[in-house]
């Protein structure tokens, strides 16, 4: 079964940037819709950004519009969650998974803490 392996995040100062990277061991991403999730501790995980395949349309929360910024790259099997302007609100930890996300596919995540 495939599993998504995110990495990239780390502490960053409010108003910085990060670049999330999302890659599949088993499958090729170009099979599916691929969204950016983030969960916060307590609340449920919700999604941030999409992206279909083949066509690359994005769509995003009203929170990280403007600010966020979802891409693939399938010669690398890749998708990308660039993000500037973090604020603290930004703070969890970020999954990708398929738009209508498998349950068995989630990774462990990549934590992102954004505080001054």
């Known amino acids: 079964q495939a599993q998504f392996v995110e990495s990239g995040g780390g502490l960053v100062q409010p108003g910085g940037s990060l670049r999330l990277s999302c890659t599949s061991s088993?499958?090729?991403?170009?099979?599916?819709?691929i969204a950016w999730y983030r969960q916060v501790s307590g609340k449920q995980r919700e999604l941030v950004a999409e992206?279909?395949?083949?066509?690359?349309?994005?769509t995003y929360v009203d929170s990280v519009k403007g600010r966020f910024t979802i891409a693939s790259d399938y010669a690398k099997n890749m998708v990308y969650l660039q993000m500037n302007n973090l604020g603290v609100d930004d703070t969890g930890g970020y999954y990708c998974?398929?738009?209508?996300?498998?349950?068995?596919?989630w990774g462990v995540g990549t934590q992102v803490t954004v505080s001054s």
């Open positions: 998974n398929a738009d209508v996300p498998i349950s068995s596919w």
């Open positions: 088993v499958t090729n991403v170009n099979f599916y819709n």
């Open positions: 992206i279909t395949s083949p066509h690359g349309r994005t």
